[in-house]
């Protein structure tokens, strides 16, 4: 069982930056050199889906993003410390949602769907005000 702690969400204007971190308690990387680790979110409201916006491997480094958040988010990992990072920058409203970390066992295709995710961090809420 991988556990996920989520932390760094909060309340941010339109335009502003914010810096959400995911750490792995009892980290050892060793145990996580095929992982995938993701970072998804739920708007609020109806209908809404947990919608993956950006992925990284541990093994190698690559990164993907979705469209939604392409040049102003970055993804990265500190293998040293077993903690993820999601970098926003240039926040709209539109980015308001709860924000969750994922990994993903035995990852040989770096992918943002859901259901490819294992294991999940209990969220943290990111409002931006217009």
């Known amino acids: 069982q991988v556990q996920l702690v989520e932390s760094g969400g909060g309340s941010v204007q339109a335009g502003g930056s914010l810096t959400l971190s995911c750490a792995i308690p009892?980290?050892?990387?060793?145990?996580?050199?095929?992982?995938?680790w993701g970072w998804f979110r739920q708007a609020p409201g109806p209908g809404k889906e947990r919608e993956g916006i950006a992925a990284i491997s541990f093994g190698t480094g690559e990164a993907i993003y979705a469209d939604s958040v392409k040049g102003r988010f970055t993804i990265s990992q500190d293998i040293g410390r077993g903690t993820l990072a999601l970098e926003m920058t240039s926040l709209e409203a539109e980015d308001t949602a709860i924000y969750f970390c994922?990994?993903?066992?035995?990852?040989?295709?770096?992918?943002?769907?859901?259901?490819?995710?294992?294991?999940w961090g209990q969220g943290t809420q990111v409002t931006v005000s217009s």
């Open positions: 009892g980290y050892a990387w060793y145990w996580y050199k095929s992982y995938c």
């Open positions: 994922a990994a993903r066992e035995a990852c040989s295709v770096l992918g943002l769907l859901r259901a490819d995710y294992a294991y």
